[in-house]
């Protein structure tokens, strides 16, 4: 399966935006039955769980830094997950990635994901 991340952009801090996660690819269907989760990678520093959805959506997972900001989504008719982020902050800035678990659950171990896409760089002014 192909993940393809976008929607990042150049915002001011307290503004939003929303990523999105798009499956395609010979294993498409795979993406229903398994969470997906977003990372997060900044200059200098180790990619970090942001947050992460299980295959029916009903199970959410958050890194404690965007509790309360950020929200994750799936359409799994649309084989896609939105991560809407929301009261952006400089410390936001980063490249964002997707990924499909190797499970249904809402994992946030970065070695709990099969199947990674391609960042989409986030940068929020201040």
């Known amino acids: 399966v192909q993940l393809q991340a976008s929607g990042g952009g150049l915002v001011q801090a307290g503004g939003s935006l929303r990523l999105s996660c798009a499956a395609s690819?010979?294993?498409?269907?795979?993406?229903?039955?398994?969470?997906v989760g977003w990372f997060r990678q900044a200059p200098g520093t180790e990619r970090e769980f942001v947050a992460s959805?299980?295959?029916?959506?009903?199970?959410?997972n958050y890194a404690d830094s965007v509790k309360d900001r950020f929200t994750i989504t799936r359409d799994n008719a649309k084989n896609t997950v939105y991560l809407q982020m929301n009261s952006l902050k400089p410390e936001d800035t980063a490249v964002y990635y997707c990924?499909?678990?190797?499970?249904?659950?809402?994992?946030?171990?970065?070695?709990?994901?099969?199947?990674w896409g391609q960042g989409t760089l986030v940068t929020v002014s201040s």
């Open positions: 990924a499909v678990s190797r499970n249904s659950g809402a994992a946030s171990r970065p070695d709990s994901y099969a199947s």
């Open positions: 690819g010979r294993f498409v269907r795979t993406i229903s039955n398994n969470g």
């Open positions: 959805i299980g295959w029916r959506g009903q199970m959410t």
